[in-house]
């Protein structure tokens, strides 16, 4: 399945934002740590991205170089086990994945992911909620003539606990998915009949993207995703709200570490039940 189809969940590859704090000349570097960036759709095949924590100091500044290639990572259903391969891909940053077509998620699934690279093994558990439709999208004009965002329509069944994360990409712009800005929700705040509100997401890779504005344009060619995720994975994509909101406020300044559901490393591991829908911003 090509990128354009499968669809790529995440904001960033975490490793600037997990790195330790640079080290002094006179102090010994901690040891490096896998971070783990992976995802499987109900419907879609498993997605890895890996790499390992570095001091930053002047001779290591490329996000590249933090890049993991020669990485053994295996998925496992509990029936059948896939080991994926790695290669090149222009569609994520970094431009390199692990995949595998032979493994296709299911909703209420279990998936079981082991990294291995130089001697290090981390795990990882998740499982695939089914999907919740989003029924329609309304685009809503903001206070100026020419921004705008977005309302998502759809119904929480109201018999289970349910978490969600909204995303959206813009056809043309945007390589991935980007979380909107607070559009991660359990469904303890909100009524059965959901309106949310979906914003123009940003990623953290440069300061032009960190700053960008938050609204969507006219012209722009929108999808919306719906993700029904499980515990674990609401809690990183929360905590990584967190982040991305509070990180700038010198006022209410944001020290917690991301969530990670990585057992001996970092980052995550994530299955979701989604559903897509597309809007044009007239």
């Known amino acids: 399945m090509r990128h354009s189809a499968c669809l790529q969940l995440c904001l960033a590859i975490l490793l ?47 996000i590249n170089d933090y890049v993991v290639r020669w990485g053994k990572v295996t998925i496992s259903d509990g029936e059948d086990s896939v080991i994926l391969t790695g290669g090149y891909d222009e569609d994520y940053f970094p431009p390199y994945k692990y995949t595998s077509y032979n493994m296709v998620g299911k909703a209420g699934k279990t998936y079981t992911l082991t990294a291995e690279y130089r001697g290090r093994k981390v795990t990882s558990v998740t499982t695939i909620p089914h999907r919740v439709p989003l029924d329609s999208l309304h685009v809503v004009r903001s206070e100026s003539d020419t921004l705008f965002y977005i309302k998502a329509f759809f119904q929480d069944p109201p018999e289970e606990k349910n978490r969600y994360g909204l995303f959206s990409k813009r056809t043309g712009k945007d390589k991935t998915f980007l979380l909107s800005p607070l559009g991660v929700f359990s469904d303890e705040v909100v009524s059965s009949s959901v309106s949310a509100d979906v914003y123009c997401g940003t990623s953290v890779y440069t300061e032009t993207d960190r700053h960008a504005s938050r609204y969507f344009k006219k012209g722009d060619l929108v999808q919306v995703k719906l993700c029904h995720m499980d515990e674990a994975s609401y809690r990183f994509w929360r905590s990584y709200s967190n982040l991305l909101q509070l990180s700038s406020n010198m006022s209410f300044p944001y020290t917690q570490d991301l969530e990670s559901n990585i057992r001996g490393g970092k980052g995550y591991w994530c299955g979701y039940g989604t559903h897509t829908l597309s809007v044009r911003i007239r």
């Open 16 to 62: 600037t934002t997990l790195l330790p704090s640079c080290v002094r000349d006179d102090e010994e570097e901690p040891p490096a740590e896998l971070v783990v960036e992976g995802w499987i759709e109900d419907g879609g095949y498993p997605v890895v991205q890996l790499g390992e924590t570095r001091s930053v100091n002047q001779e290591m500044q490329d």
